[in-house]
């Protein structure tokens, strides 16, 4: 009999309880037409070993999930303030924190699959975590790619961010990370962040100032000011 949570800890270093409970219980969805092609254990197991040479991956501790066939794996995020949740690790477009727990994400796929819906267009969950921390403190860190990728990830489906941490990541040496903040305030449009918006949609980088432009956009639809 396989000892998942040895197993799983030999490859990512934890065992979580409702990821051990997944495999006992073997209800993978598999619905191969649509590319939804849940691993199994040993499948998985091999995926996630060689995912940890991707240092985020490592960081994260990733347990892959399944595989499309595309590049772009949903997994499990077993470290880090995102723990328990499903990323969708994808190569194409910026990786995206999908659904809030494994439970979600395997209702998602046996609901796309009973409705014949291909994986591509399944939607990921509408998520607000409260990430304010995690965050902070990784503006304060020294910029390397990780710490971008985690920053970019994160603000995509944080909650709330107070205005000096806003403050921090304007100044980010990253544009990616100048630009997540961007399409950050155009998600939450608020009119103490006006001039903060403002002043990114000055920037040199095209996306950067493309997306603070349309912040500057909402926050003024939000609160009734002309565009000038």
Known sequence: MTDYAAEIASVIGTAPSDLIRYYELGQLPVYRHLHINCLTFAESKEYSRKMQGISVANLLGLWILDDANDSNPYAYVSKGACASMIIHFSHDEEPVIAFSSLSKFLNAMH?????????????????????????????????????????????????????????????????FVREALAEYLQQHPRLEDLALAEELAKERHAQVARAASAAVAAIRRMTRRPVE
């Open 111 to 175: 609901e796309a699959g009973t409705r014949g819906q291909h994986i591509d267009h399944v939607q990921p969950e509408q998520l607000s975590i409260p990430l304010e921390d995690s965050i902070r403190a990784l503006a304060a860190e020294e910029s390397s790619d990780d710490r971008t990728f985690l920053l970019t990830t994160y603000l995509a489906v944080c909650a709330e961010l107070r205005g000096e941490t806003k403050a921090m990541l304007a100044r980010d040496t990253s544009f």
